[in-house]
């Protein structure tokens, strides 16, 4: 049997979200990841933005990687990001992936929104 190439991993299971999430993610080890935001169901005037972040683990401080569009509709939205790729602007980030990430999901509003966020590891 061979080497797994990736690992995925639940960041936000599905659920209704009224305010901005911020989750750590340890990517210790893997070379790029693919962000998964699923959104399902809102109230009204939907609007929710992905965002990779990373962080350094001495200062706290915390960088942009890759801002997805704002979800406006229901909807998949797929962020990949790996040194190397060719970057499209709100898609694909050519990076590397620190140790130390973090997956924001911005709303726009007070509205009830209902998603999931997945994210697989690339090794």
């Excluded at 590397?96 to 998603?115: D, F, K, M, Q």
């Amino acid at each position: 049997m061979g080497k797994t190439l990736s690992e995925a991993r639940i960041v936000l299971p599905s659920a209704a979200r009224i305010a901005t999430v911020n989750v750590a993610v340890l990517a210790s080890g893997f070379k790029g990841l693919v962000l998964v935001t699923d959104l399902t169901a809102f109230v009204t005037a939907a609007s929710v933005t992905p965002k990779i972040r990373g962080v350094d683990p001495v200062s706290g401080k915390k960088w942009d990687i890759l801002l997805g569009a704002a979800i406006v509709a229901n909807g998949t939205q797929i962020l990949k990001v790996y040194a190397g790729m060719t970057a499209a602007a709100n898609l694909v980030a050519s990076d590397v992936i620190p140790a130390n990430i973090e997956i924001e999901i911005t709303h726009g509003n007070a509205n009830s929104h209902t998603y999931s966020v997945g994210i697989h590891l690339i090794v």
